[in-house]
């Protein structure tokens, strides 16, 4: 069953049906200014940081689930009926409902009585505000005479405070109200150099900012006293929650539309310059006054709106294949590649499943982020690379993570998961071989943040790589740490206390437990790290890193290897994890993709082995499990892993961010069906027609669907915020269409599904446009390329001459 359509011409999902089964969300912004918004308008705004710069209030886990946003009525003055066009929250049997995702922006809308409403919400580029252009046309008979309200709750800014602090909160909120702008200025009083304000285009019959004078005693959002009423209290927030609501008088002839637009925005002043005049407490609007007045016009709204189009047009343009797979064409052109944008702009902080006061940016998350985002804005990538470097701790090792706001690392969680310096690694090595700047490496990077602490970056990744030499435990393998890849594998935690977090936890020291994952992830990095050192000349250190990864890769050979896959670690009592010997848990996902895309066995036969078992014995028709047979208990020497219901989360559910890796490892192998298949399994788009089993978003990717031991096998969770996102699109573009960057130029080496007949592709790489077609002419991977109708040898296409900007790539498989 579905809940609507690709309109890929128009790179839109149209939902068509209000109530789908979960909230299918999008995301406006994608510099500094940011918000959710869901299908039926919920959702909240935020700048920079969704916990300490929250603009509006959303509550998670409400009933209904998605509550909060950004919402309008309509109310008909002649009937006093009254409904919101984007369903919720009033939630009247509308007709023509559709909602339509777009690239930053949404259009929600519906007709109801003859009364169409459609509205536009987005966030213009390099502003700090969103734009919500209304537009109400009356298709009826007779002239109509409404009434428009808008709404909106602030957030008291830090929303972990707002949401628990309330005997401070209830008594501090304040606002302005001039020439019918709503300004929130809580705290603007005393340390806060920002407030938000909420402006109309159309002359106000009335205003609320007090949400209890606006929604009534006793009374929800469905049906706000004032909107029943159909006249504004014109109310002043002192304290309580304040809200911003307008309400405009629309009078429309038969067939007659109107557009009112409205504005929530963020803006900061000068410390010296707060008030105005400067010893009152009235906030000085003289910097905003003009940026207000000019969103407020129709014509500058659209010429935003169009700028944001072209913006995602050239973003987009960068990368488009055309293959025989809709699925394909459709997640790599349009949506896997700005769920990437997503994820490089919120990590994991905010989503629907994400409440924005937990979590700051991963290092691990946010290295491997970048794979799917590099190619996009690169200058961006840099500066977030830069950015995680700079809290790499003097050891190598990392803080797990760092807040946006503060770029600072984050204490609470602190460090010691083992696999963490080595993405920083992958991250770089990325970002070279998308943009041949090498320059990067000697950008001084200070550790921990530390003033004078400063070396190049280079300095950075081999402290990474030695971080694992210097923690290698009994069998030579890399000590796991509180965990690795997997957070919820924590070897060293044996907590029995309720409560306590897995993550933080450490109450053995941690000399014992290893990790093969860590080892297959070591293996890579240092092939990475091999080549750029071997690039820059620095012969004798890159034979050093090879020896290092050779040497790995024969204890893997010797103590990780189970007999038909790799295990995936040793407990603290040395005990194998992952192995036929272990009553449950006995394969693991992580180990088979890891090692195998690193080269571990792809020689003596042990990756094709590894990758039949998992096949055999973790393949689903929803995609593949994290482990089998799943924990049915709980585990204390295994730790977060065991506390999950069978088939859910890290134990066995489909954790989709490790299936790339399989695919991966599959295309190494050679086998293009195979890695085609896992694809598209997990594919949004291809599962769209289940969407009543799935119920997450068809054109995003979920953290993980419900695996084969959970009553609810195939249901999605957690969409949006996933390592997924840029895996998917690193294994379909690099790895199974083959369009790889490297460190020389672009290499093209596709390993297709046998039933293709090739593909096409446009890649734009180091300011030049790659057009690229390949065409199958046997059952193999063989590829013979021309350039521009001449021949040449390998798979790289070499750098075109200076001020080329166009070449056309001919690729054969034979
Ligand atoms: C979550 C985390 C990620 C971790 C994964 C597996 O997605 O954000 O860092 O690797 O879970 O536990
Ligand atoms: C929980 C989640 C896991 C996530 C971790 C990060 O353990 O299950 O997916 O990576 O939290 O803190």
């Known amino acids: 069953m579905q809940f609507g359509h690709f309109d890929d011409a128009n790179r839109e999902y149209v939902i068509t049906q209000p109530d789908t089964p979960l909230p299918w969300i999008n995301y406006l912004g994608c510099q500094a200014y940011f918000g959710l918004i869901s299908n039926t308008a919920g959702g909240y705004s935020f700048y920079r940081d969704a916990r300490l710069r929250r603009i509006s209030r959303y509550r998670y886990n409400n009933v209904p689930f998605d509550f909060g946003g950004r919402y309008l009525y309509i109310r008909d003055n002649q009937s006093s009926e009254f409904w919101s066009p984007s369903w919720q929250p009033t939630r009247n049997q509308v007709e023509k409902y559709s909602c339509r995702h777009g690239m930053g922006y949404s259009i929600i809308g519906s007709e109801y009585k003859g009364i169409e409403a459609r509205t536009r919400y987005f966030v213009p580029l390099d502003e700090n505000l969103e734009i919500w252009q209304l537009t109400v046309t009356n298709h009826r008979k007779t002239a109509a005479s409404l009434s428009i309200f808008s709404s909106i709750e602030f957030c008291l800014w830090d929303a972990q405070d707002d949401s628990t602090n309330f005997q401070r909160n209830f008594s501090i909120g304040q606002v302005e ?50 909107v029943e009423r159909g006249e504004s209290a014109n109310s002043v927030a002192h304290g309580w929650a304040p809200i911003g609501s307008h309400h405009v008088k629309l009078d429309l002839k038969p067939g007659e539309s109107q557009q009112i637009i409205f504005v929530l925005g963020y803006h900061e002043n000068p410390v010296a310059e707060k008030f105005d005049p400067p010893d009152s407490q009235i906030v000085n609007k003289k910097t905003v006054k003009p940026v207000i007045a000019k969103y407020l016009k129709a014509a500058n709204a659209d010429a935003a709106f169009d700028r944001l189009r072209a913006y995602w047009d050239e973003l987009l343009s960068i990368c488009q294949v055309e293959t025989p797979d809709v699925h394909t064409n459709r997640m790599v052109n349009i949506w896997n590649a700005y769920q990437c944008m997503a994820t490089f702009n919120m990590s994991r902080s905010a989503s629907f499943y994400e409440s924005g006061i937990g979590r700051g940016l991963g290092f691990r998350d946010s290295n491997q982020d970048l794979l799917g985002f590099v190619h996009m804005v690169p200058s961006r990538a840099r500066e977030r ?11 190598g090792g990392a803080y797990h993570q760092y807040q946006p706001l503060t770029k600072r690392g984050n204490n609470d969680v602190g460090g010691n998961f083992n696999d963490d310096p080595h993405w920083l690694i992958i991250g770089v090595s990325a970002y070279i071989k998308e943009t041949g700047d090498w320059s990067i490496l000697d950008e001084p990077v200070p550790y921990d943040n530390q003033p004078g602490s400063e070396t190049p970056l280079y300095e950075h990744l081999q402290r990474s790589f030695q971080y694992t030499l210097d923690r290698l435990g009994p069998h030579g393998l890399p000590l796991i740490g509180r965990a690795d890849w997997n957070d919820c594998l924590n070897l060293n935690c044996f907590s029995d206390t309720p409560g306590q977090s897995f993550q933080t936890t450490t109450n053995k020291e941690g000399k014992v437990a290893e990790s093969i994952f860590i080892a297959g992830l070591f293996v890579l990095a240092g092939q990475e790290l091999a080549a750029i050192a071997d690039h820059r000349c620095h012969k004798d250190e890159a034979k050093r890193y090879l020896v290092e990864v050779k040497k790995m890769d024969e204890t893997i050979h010797k103590y990780g290897w189970d007999g038909e896959w790799f295990l995936r670690a040793y407990d603290d009592f040395g005990k194998k994890v992952g192995s036929n010997e272990c009553e449950e848990g006995k394969i693991f996902i992580e180990p088979q993709g890891f090692c195998v895309l690193a080269g571990v066995g792809l020689e003596d036969g042990l990756a094709k082995k590894a990758l039949d078992s998992t096949r055999k014995h973790l393949a689903t028709k929803h995609g593949i499990v994290l482990q089998q047979p799943a924990y049915s208990r709980y585990y204390l020497h295994l730790g977060e892993i065991s506390s999950y219901p069978p088939g859910y989360k890290e134990n066995a559910g489909i954790f989709c961010h490790n299936n790339p890796w399989v695919m991966i490892a599959e295309a190494k192998v050679g086998n293009g069906d195979n890695a085609h298949d896992y694809y598209s399994r997990i594919n949004p788009s291809a599962r769209e027609a289940i969407s009543d089993l799935h119920r997450c978003e068809p054109y995003v990717y979920s953290q993980m669907i419900a695996g084969k031991d959970a009553p609810t096998h195939g249901e999605a969770k957690n969409s949006w915020l996933t390592g997924t996102a840029a895996w998917n699109y690193y294994a379909i573009v690099q790895q199974i269409l083959g369009i790889q960057t490297s460190l020389d130029g672009l290499q093209i080496a596709p390993v297709i599904p046998t ?17 690229i077609e390949i065409e199958r002419l046997g059952k193999g991977n063989n590829i013979a390329l021309t350039v521009d109708g001449k021949k040449v040898d390998g798979n790289t296409v070499p750098i075109p001459a200076n001020g080329t900007k166009e070449i056309t790539v001919r690729g054969t498989l034979t």
């Open 755 to 771: 039933s293709w007949k090739g593909f096409k592709a446009t890649r734009k790489y180091r300011g030049v446009t790659y057009k």
């Open 385 to 395: 690379i830069v950015d995680l470097a700079s809290t790499q701790l003097p050891t």
């Open 177 to 226: 109200i001039e020439d019918g702008v709503i300004y929130h200025k809580t705290e603007y009083r005393e340390r806060r150099d920002h407030f938000a304000y909420f402006a109309c285009s159309a002359k106000l019959a009335g205003y609320d900012t007090q949400r209890d004078s606006f929604v009534g005693p006793y009374r929800s959002w469905d049906k706000p006293v004032v």
